[in-house]
């Protein structure tokens, strides 16, 4: 029974029709749950909803922990491990937060509960391009990470020369400009990467010079992961292309 049960809940068969109902299932009460999240006003439906889902999360939960031996293969001891792995725990968080164990200001919690979509339906397995991509991540991780660190960098270079060249308040109209460095970290960000809100910006020539330079080059610095990522996915594309073809010429 508890190996027909993993099979259903976990393993990654999707010739199981008894998998792939309960995914789609899952899918439905997920996208159920989160229904109140997009509302502003509370209906009584929302409640009972709120109440079904939640012990039909319980009782998945219950099912994952039960079958854990079979999927982290540990013996006794998976049934220690699996409530401190990462997806149980995002399942736990958005239980909680329903039940209002802990405060209700953490509802956002139950947004966590789309990670379990990716999860049930296995996309990553059924997607080929997806597993292209990650692999392309993969691969290009050094260099991603490279222009992570310079982004920051910059982010955080420009929103120091900002806060100590822009005046605080602004002297034309008295209203408050960069009023902490998070304010000088945030212009910066949005600046970066070219969105420019508005709704901080600089009142000095030097700091519109600043906000001109910094614009220029967050359009370089956003392009170059863009860039790797789109040539490594097309030389991965065109592999992949070779092998095929190579496949059916030795056929």
Request: include cysteine; proline fraction near 3%.
């Amino acid at each position: 029974m508890r190996e027909l049960i993993f099979s259903i809940i976990d393993r990654s068969d999707r010739h199981l029709v008894l998998s792939r109902i309960y995914d789609v299932w899952m899918f439905i009460v997920i996208m159920v749950s989160i229904l109140p999240l997009m509302t502003i006003n509370t209906y009584p439906i929302f409640l009972y909803t709120e109440y079904i889902t939640t012990i039909i999360f319980i009782v998945d939960y219950l099912l994952r922990w039960g079958t854990a031996d079979l999927k982290l293969k540990e013996g006794w001891k998976s049934f220690l491990v699996y409530p401190f792995t990462l997806m149980a725990i995002i399942d736990l968080l958005s239980i909680l937060s329903s039940l209002h164990v802990i405060s209700s200001s953490f509802k956002i919690f139950r947004l966590s509960r789309l990670l379990k979509i990716v999860r049930l339906l296995k996309i990553f397995r059924y997607t080929n391009k997806i597993t292209i991509f990650m692999g392309v991540i993969k691969k290009e991780k050094n260099v991603l990470l490279s222009v992570l660190v310079l982004a920051s960098f910059y982010i955080f270079l420009t929103a120091l020369i900002m806060f100590n060249a822009e005046p605080h308040i602004n002297p034309n109209t008295g209203a408050v400009t960069f009023n902490s460095f998070f304010d000088a970290l945030y212009w910066a960000t949005v600046t970066l990467t070219t969105v420019g809100y508005g709704d901080l910006c600089p009142v000095t020539e030097l700091g519109r010079f600043i906000s001109m330079l910094s614009a220029i080059f967050g359009v370089a610095i956003i392009a170059l992961p863009s860039g790797v990522i789109t040539a490594s996915y097309m030389d991965e594309l065109r592999k992949i292309r070779e092998r095929k073809e190579e496949a059916i010429k030795n056929m």
